[in-house]
C-alpha cells in the first residue's frame, strides 16, 4: 500500500526513462493489438474457409440425394409398368382359354346337335 505522503518530483533522468517506458509500452501494446488483430484474421479466413466447404459438400450430398431419388422413382415406375404389363398378359392369357372352353363348348354342342 502507497503512502499518502506527496511524491518528491521526479528528475529529468527519470522522467526521461518513465516517458521511454510508457513509450516501448505502448508499442508493445500496438503489436499485441496487431498480432491479435492478424490472429483473428487468420481465424476469420479459416471459418470461411470451413464454412464454403461445408456448402459444397451439402451441395454435393444434395445432389447425390437427389440423383438416387430419381433412380428410385424410375425403378418404381419400372416396376408398376411391369406389373401393369403382367397384369394384362395375364387377363389376356384368361380371356384366351375361356374363349377356347367357349369354342369347347359350342363344337361339343354342335356335335351333339348333329
Do not use: G, T, W, Y
Request: overall charge positive; proline content about 2%; charged content about 40%.
Amino acid at each position: 500500500m502507497q503512502s499518502l505522503q506527496p511524491r518528491r518530483p521526479m528528475s529529468a533522468l527519470e522522467r526521461r526513462e518513465f516517458l521511454l517506458h510508457e513509450k516501448e509500452d505502448k508499442i508493445r501494446s500496438k503489436e499485441s493489438r496487431k498480432a491479435h488483430e492478424s490472429e483473428m484474421v487468420m481465424k476469420e479466413k479459416e471459418a470461411e474457409l470451413r464454412k464454403q466447404q461445408h456448402k459444397r459438400n451439402l451441395k454435393k450430398i444434395q445432389a447425390e440425394n437427389a440423383m438416387k431419388r430419381m433412380e428410385s422413382a424410375r425403378e418404381q415406375r419400372a416396376d408398376h409398368v411391369m406389373n401393369k404389363l403382367n397384369m394384362d398378359a395375364n387377363r389376356l392369357a384368361a380371356f384366351k382359354e375361356m374363349q377356347l372352353q367357349q369354342r369347347i363348348a359350342i363344337a361339343a354342342i354342335q356335335k351333339q346337335a348333329r
